[in-house]
Nanobody
């Protein structure tokens, strides 16, 4: 069956870095666009970064531009989110998602279970 399994979350001080990973299985990874969402307590889930199936094109939410980098390794069926210069407002549960196109990533076909990121001030 389809699985998206996130890892790499944790507690970090403001200004620090974390790298999230999402390992996929059960579908043809290289044919799907991928995204990272986050949901903070009391807030709606928001899309922070996405990447095309070939990894050539990426888009970022304005609040993370220049600090976060999304990448993928199609040979390893894994997508990453490198997060630098973290701020307390980045605290959230982070989810990876897969969709058949970059447009469709706003309504993904598949979701991971999430990993907690907590940034202390």
């Amino acid at each position: 069956q389809v699985q998206l399994v996130e890892s790499g979350g944790g507690l970090v001080q403001a200004g620090g870095s974390l790298k999230l990973s999402c390992a996929a299985s059960g579908f043809t990874f290289g044919r799907y666009a991928l995204g990272w969402y986050r949901q903070a307590p009391g807030k709606e889930r928001e899309l922070v970064a996405r990447i095309t199936n070939g990894g050539i094109t990426t888009y970022y939410q304005d609040s993370v531009k220049g600090r976060f980098t999304i990448s993928r390794d199609n040979a390893k069926n894994t997508v990453y989110l490198q997060m630098n210069s973290l701020k307390p407002e980045d605290t959230a549960v982070y989810y990876c998602a897969a969709a058949t196109s970059m447009i469709q990533i706003t309504n993904p076909n598949y979701w991971g279970q999430g990993t907690q990121v907590t940034v202390s001030s």
